[in-house]
């Protein structure tokens, strides 16, 4: 977001495009049943403190940490981690990205050697790999210590049922609405307050002009779904206990978002292509959409991918369905995690911590890779929040979705098969949508799959 030039790089760019835009479809192969729940294994960070005194013996022995992360140009963080303590070497390894990381790095579990101290992961795919007990509780390493620096809804991502904690905030994405000014005027629409008023102005723009649409809302897409989900306050996924899962899709609130996405897809007054394809970064140069429902990444992405369209492009939050009680989803982002086997937890811990605590480093994966930040500090520094970019007017962007990031539900859980979730969201809800089927039906058959699916991997799956 905050940048010192004015477009990101190409291969920032790429990293968008391939993960954080495609959020929650990055995981890989499906898990058989294993123990396990409650958004961490049955292990309990009850474990004993480790002391400051090997802490310290830790940090000052020579040792080589290997770190499996996607993001570009990660050598100057990791840098000063190695300049605070010299006698840690950090070996950054790309074992590809999305399902190539993901796979790489369970088949590596699975065998017991091959695998990285610590590896880059995304919020949804934590209980993926807790479930299977393959996570190292930082809770003892002091990570505990470091909740009141990150955005609330962040540390419940990374946390476990019993005072666990997973992984290691790294950058967020906090869903808003970026919308065309030129073409609200024209029309005379104001930025949507409400989803009711959403629907309203996509009605009138696509009347008015019937080459125009208000938004897209792709069929491929089950990440921006599951923000929506999110900001309706639907529950759609709960784990407890060793190998129980609630599994809710078809919920009154889902329920509610069916209706209301697939009558307007019905409709014809707002786009389903797959997003993230060459016509859909055409259709947003050539203004055939008003608005992109999006993240906090989005700013960015957009204006590297639509130049044509500099300085036409605003932000808003996302349209509310009370607007008494404003509230967001995410859509992206990703952590540090430890993983178990690791035979140098200590430094292994305190370089997750470090790399996403330290102000300096964290301030880097800002400016240097455009990541919207999970610290407070960070996003209540002037600097940042003040960055007003020509490409959306002037506008304080950044300033926009900070304010978006406090209304964030802490209380949001991924399954712990995710990859199947989305699989399923895609062949069920997304056809629909697409096709311009009954999408409130489609959610009935999402849930009837998975549950399925759930049953038959061993998971014991509880009703709402």
Not at 40 to 60: E, F, L
Not at 110 to 127: H, R
Not at 128 to 136: P, V
Request: hydrophobic fraction near 40%.
């Amino acid at each position: 977001m905050h940048r010192t030039d004015p477009t990101p790089s190409q291969s920032q760019m790429s990293r968008r495009l391939l993960l954080t835009a495609a959020g929650a479809v990055s995981l890989g192969a499906a898990l058989t049943a294993c123990g396990g729940g409650g958004g961490g294994s049955s292990a309990s960070s009850s474990n004993k403190q480790v002391g400051q005194a090997d802490i310290d013996k830790a940090m000052k022995t020579p040792t080589q940490l290997t770190f499996w992360t996607w993001v570009p140009d990660i050598d100057q963080e990791v840098a000063l981690f190695e300049k605070k303590y010299p006698a840690i070497k950090v070996k950054v390894v790309n074992a590809g990205q999305g399902v190539q990381h993901y796979t790489k790095l369970r088949t590596a579990i699975k065998a017991g050697s091959g695998a990285p101290d610590v590896a880059q992961m995304e919020y949804q795919a934590i209980p993926t790999f807790t479930i299977t007990d393959s996570l190292l509780d930082l809770a003892p390493y002091g990570a505990d210590k470091l909740k009141d620096q990150f955005v609330d809804w962040t540390w419940g991502q990374v946390s476990g049922s019993k005072g666990e904690i997973w992984a290691i905030p790294q950058d967020t994405g906090p869903m808003g609405m970026l919308y065309r000014a030129d073409i609200f005027d024209k029309h005379g629409i104001e930025p949507p307050k409400t989803w009711d008023d959403f629907a309203a102005a996509a009605r009138k723009l696509h009347k008015a002009d019937p080459e125009v649409y208000l938004t897209n809302l792709a069929g491929n897409e089950a990440a921006a779904w599951h923000g929506l989900l999110w900001q309706a306050g639907a529950k759609p996924y709960a784990t407890a206990g060793k190998g129980n899962v609630t599994i809710d899709v078809d919920d009154a609130i889902s329920k509610k978002l069916g209706a209301y996405w697939g009558a307007l897809a019905q409709e014809g007054v707002i786009g389903v292509e797959p997003d993230f394809t060459d016509a859909w970064f055409s259709a947003l140069n050539k203004g055939k959409y008003a608005t992109w429902i999006t993240a906090a990444w989005g700013p960015v992405f957009l204006a590297g991918s639509a130049k044509s369209t500099a300085g036409k492009w605003r932000a808003a939050p996302l349209p509310q369905w009370d607007a008494s009680k404003p509230s967001s989803g995410n859509w992206g982002g990703s952590t540090s995690a430890v993983i178990k086997e690791t035979k140098n937890p200590i430094a292994a811990a305190m370089f997750a911590q470090f790399l996403n605590s330290d102000p300096a480093s964290a301030k880097l994966f800002n400016t240097k890779q455009s990541f919207f930040p999970a610290t407070k500090q960070l996003l209540a520094d002037a600097s940042f929040t003040a960055d007003a970019p020509s490409f959306y007017g002037g506008q304080k962007v950044n300033q926009v979705f900070a304010d978006i990031g406090k209304t964030v539900s802490p209380d949001f859980q991924w399954p712990p098969f995710l990859d199947q979730a989305v699989t399923d969201w895609t062949e069920t809800v997304g056809t629909a949508l697409t096709r311009k089927k009954d999408a409130v039906a489609a959610l009935g058959a999402w849930q009837t799959r998975l549950t399925t699916y759930a049953k038959a991997q061993g998971f014991t799956v509880k009703s709402p």
